[in-house]
């Protein structure tokens, strides 16, 4: 099966776009985790057990837990094994090097035991992209316009009539024979969202920003679906996850996801009523 | 003292401009290593024995450590503490991500452990090299055009009269307040080398591609220095580290070694005769 439509019928069968980003960070978790063995795992483990009804992805920023070293490396691994397998689970390097470098980031992330997909950087070209795709089933997006300010120093340079991103957008089509290729679209850019999705209309979106970066949900929702309202995968992760710093912060973690799952939802309905 | 000195520091009291990328991988390393609980390490660690004298830097690509898993992250913390305080450090992993994951990352490769310097990927813009650039004495190395085919892709987009490159390193060179920014430019573009060295005259340049790959040595030397034949870090790999799979890897990569530092030294006489 292909990883786009490993993607829909996770999102299907949970009936949500939600994707909830554990980029859990040892300053912010509950004090009263450090009292297991393994407080990032068990943070992990208690979200997930939480929302696992609500979301159709997690997605695992590596940044957090490169930094916290041989523990961070246990926890990565621990969560991935805790996550059931009809989800789909995204390993958030960014990653992008040449050929031989570019195999072994793909091998480590992505082999049996690994991710269903990474995200990758694009500025090194095809031959920095194309280990990543060899596995039909698993899934690779692309950076193509991201969620920060940083976004505009190179991302919208016009060469030939079209912004720097769209020539990604394009290239990363053309890469797409396998069916496994997605792309990065900030949900601060509702506009550039829509331009993008025409351009792909049926790509996985993994969109990030609509939590703490103040992302437009309800344009997100509209621009950001396929015409079934479907294969924007809405990233949300310091908004749900860091809800309570107490005891409680699991619950409140479900109640924020819910939440968001329901206003998804809600647009969902309102703007591509027929097809589902 | 700020990085750009350093470096220049380094290269003068090893009269090297040589940087050896120590790219191990379990599959190519000599076979009898595998005899020691560590293989990873120990394999760099008799190269680094047999190399010290003739490098100014050691570069570690993460891709091979992170493939590697646990004994990976064990391989590059104990190599990392065997390398000679006075060379240069770089840990090669072309990261790129918005300002908390950058932050993550730039905290567990640059801390008082960690590496001299990195390499980060310029995609994401100036908030996501921005948290790497804090502390005035380690060094960033941005992409800038890279060796690989698929440069050609992205890099080369002409934009307001430019290539992508040169947009990112007249950035870059506005980031470089603190002297700890520097450049990676492939050894396969001597033209486009030359075209960068003048617009940042003194800047660090790191310059992988010379080796394997196949780049010009004799141009990468006179494009890629300073006016004092300085601030030009070659990287070679594959061709050193993987000189001989026998007993006698180490030895012969110090013959590799050797020869490709004197080579440049030739090279340097020849181009930089009065300011040395």
Redesign the interface.
Known sequence: MTFSQRLRDAQRSANSLLCIGL?T?LEKIPKHLFAYGEPMYEFNRALIDATRDLVCAYKL?L??Y??A??QG??ALHRTLAHIPDHLITIGDG?????????E??A??LLDDDGFAACTV?????????RPFLKKSNRGVFV?AL??????????Y????GAP?FE??VR?VKRWNTKKNCGLVVGATRPRQLRHIRRLVPTMPLLIPGVGTQGGDLKNTVRFGCDRLGEMAVITASRSIIYASQKRDFAERARAEAQALRDQINTYREQFFPPAR
């Open positions: 980029d960070d920023n940044a957090f490169e930094a070293g041989e490396w246990l960014k990653r992008g090097d040449i050929g031989n470098s570019a072994m980031y091998q480590s950087s694009p500025y090194m070209g095809e031959d920095s992209v950076l991201t969620s920060n300010s940083g976004a505009r120093d190179f991302q340079l016009r060469s030939k720097l020539h990604v290239k």
